[in-house]
């Protein structure tokens, strides 16, 4: 059982910079592939970026490919994404989800292990 929990979202200008967070309990994290999602209002939830256990492979969708960047820090149970150049498109709710296995993966019904949510809002 993974426990996850989502921080560091909030209100940016476009073309600024967050990092969120997503801490995992459970002495098993380091096994686990970690995907990000996001939802915006009114559109299904889509594929961010992925890692796998040891942080050497990371994929991202082409909306944030080359401005969100994954990493892990599997000593502190924690997985990053680093969100550059935010457009206000990148508005939505971002989830971080836990995989077991060693692939990563862009599906969502692959994760068992979901976070509550951290709302992102860029502004014009």
């Known amino acids: 059982q993974v426990q996850l929990v989502e921080s560091g979202g909030g209100l940016v200008q476009a073309g600024g910079s967050l990092r969120l967070s997503c801490a995992a309990s459970?002495?098993?994290?380091?096994?686990?592939?970690m995907g990000w999602f996001r939802q915006a209002p009114g559109k299904e939830r889509e594929f961010v970026g992925t890692?796998?256990?040891?942080?050497?492979?990371?994929y991202y969708a082409d909306s944030v490919k080359g401005r969100f960047t994954i990493s892990r820090d599997n000593a502190k149970n924690t997985v990053y994404l680093q969100m550059n150049s935010l457009k206000p498109e990148d508005t939505a709710v971002y989830y971080c989800?836990?995989?077991?296995?060693?692939?990563?993966?862009?599906?969502?019904?692959?994760?068992?292990?979901w976070g509550q949510g951290t709302q992102v809002t860029v502004s014009s």
């Open positions: 989800a836990a995989k077991g296995g060693a692939y990563v993966s862009t599906v969502s019904n692959q994760y068992a292990y």
């Open positions: 459970g002495r098993t994290f380091s096994s686990y592939a």
């Open positions: 890692i796998n256990w040891t942080g050497g492979i990371t």
